[in-house]
Every structure is written in structure tokens, then in C-alpha cells.
């Protein structure tokens, strides 16, 4: 599967952004789905993920209650509403893709990747 995210770009604290992530291929249901950042000279961190059923969703406490995950099987895209932005949210924004649930929120048990879109929320 190839994975393209966009939708970042430059907003103020307390604004928000909807990532999206459109995925090519004919099994993307099959996917467990995940957004990850990464902010300059830090490692890349688990943002918010998705069963492949849609059925059960994950978010980091850092974006609990203002960010939203969600998935749209016939447009073949996973979004991401982010809400309520703060200035350490600015970072670029990765999704990726994998098969099963185990361990979903470890960047290293996904196969496929999108480019990154860069995020950043001025003060």
C-alpha cells in the first residue's frame, strides 16, 4: 500500500488542522492504521491509531481529548482532527500502515509509511 499524508500547515495555539491520509491499493481495509510525529532532534512518537475493523481507536495522552483519529473505507483515507493545537504539536506529521493490532502504538510493527506533512502552531 502507498500512503500520501497532507493537510499541515501553519496555525496558531488553540486552532486546528484536519490531517488526512489517502491510502492506494485495494486492501486497505485490511490495515491498522496510525498517525506518528516527529519534532527536530526527537524521536518519532506515537500520535493516535485505528483497528483495520474501526472498531477500536488509540491516542497519546499528550493529544487525548483534542485529537481525533477516524477512517473512511470507501475514500480509502484516515484522517486525523486536531483540535486545540499547542505550539509542541509543531512537528511532522507521519502516517503508516500495518497489518494486525499488536502493539499498535510502535512505530517499528509498521510496513508502510506515507512522506510526512509538516505541522507547526505559532504562540
Known amino acids: 500500500v502507498q500512503l500520501q499524508a497532507y493537510g499541515g500547515g501553519l496555525v496558531q495555539a488553540g486552532g486546528s488542522l484536519r490531517l488526512s491520509c489517502a491510502a492506494s491499493?485495494?486492501?486497505?481495509?485490511?490495515?491498522?492504521l496510525g498517525w506518528f510525529r516527529q519534532a527536530p532532534g526527537k524521536e518519532r512518537e506515537f500520535v493516535a491509531a485505528i483497528t483495520w475493523s474501526g472498531g477500536r481507536t488509540y491516542h497519546a495522552d499528550s493529544v487525548k481529548g483534542r485529537f481525533t483519529i477516524s477512517r473512511d473505507y470507501a475514500k480509502s483515507t484516515m484522517y486525523l482532527q486536531m483540535n486545540s493545537l499547542k505550539p509542541e504539536d509543531t512537528a511532522v506529521y507521519y502516517c503508516?500502515?500495518?497489518?494486525?493490532?499488536?502493539?499498535?502504538?510502535?512505530?517499528?510493527?509498521?510496513?508502510?509509511w506515507g512522506q510526512g506533512t509538516q505541522v507547526t502552531v505559532s504562540s
Open positions: 503508516a500502515a500495518r497489518y494486525g493490532n499488536y502493539e499498535i502504538r510502535q512505530p517499528g510493527r509498521y510496513d508502510y
Open positions: 491499493g485495494r486492501t486497505f481495509s485490511s490495515y491498522a
